[in-house]
């Protein structure tokens, strides 16, 4: 985490890139979208599509939401596309958002977790409550 000299810190500098949290294609099914968040443990799952364009989220509790909801069998909702059953616009933030700012909307929203993604709406990373804030504090 590289800290700007200036003293603020900005979403880019504590985001946790690609690679480092749940994310799948929106044709995965949604038995595999589950398997691939819990190998994360952080309770979020982000979607793109073939060309890295964010879809939307799935959360832990958006899965408990939809199983007391949708009423067919499991193994008929599990061979669902995940983003059947994704927030299609959840909120989100930019790179060069300040920390501040972004821990500020991620309590007004009541979220942990925002999506980070660029103008062209290409997901770039994601901003996990718990770095965030051990980052304000050791500043």
């Known amino acids: 985490m590289s800290i ?28 595999e979208a589950l398997e691939e968040m819990g190998k994360h443990g952080l309770g979020i799952l982000c979607i793109i599509d073939e060309n890295n364009k964010f879809c939307g989220i799935i959360t832990d509790g958006d899965i408990r939401r939809k199983l007391l909801k949708v009423q067919k069998p499991f193994s008929a ?6 983003s059947t059953h994704c927030i299609k616009e959840p909120v989100c933030c930019n790179e060069n958002d300040s920390l501040n700012s972004a821990i500020k909307l991620m309590g007004e929203k009541q979220v942990w977790d925002l999506p980070v993604i660029d103008k062209d709406q290409q997901l770039i990373g994601l901003l996990h409550l718990h770095p965030a804030v051990k980052a304000l504090l050791e500043r």
Do not use: E, W
């Open 77 to 82: 909702f599990f061979a669902d596309d995940a």
């Open 4 to 31: 700007q000299n200036n003293n603020k810190i900005y979403v880019r500098d504590v985001m946790v890139p690609q690679g480092k949290f749940p994310l799948i294609n929106k044709s995965t099914i949604f038995k």
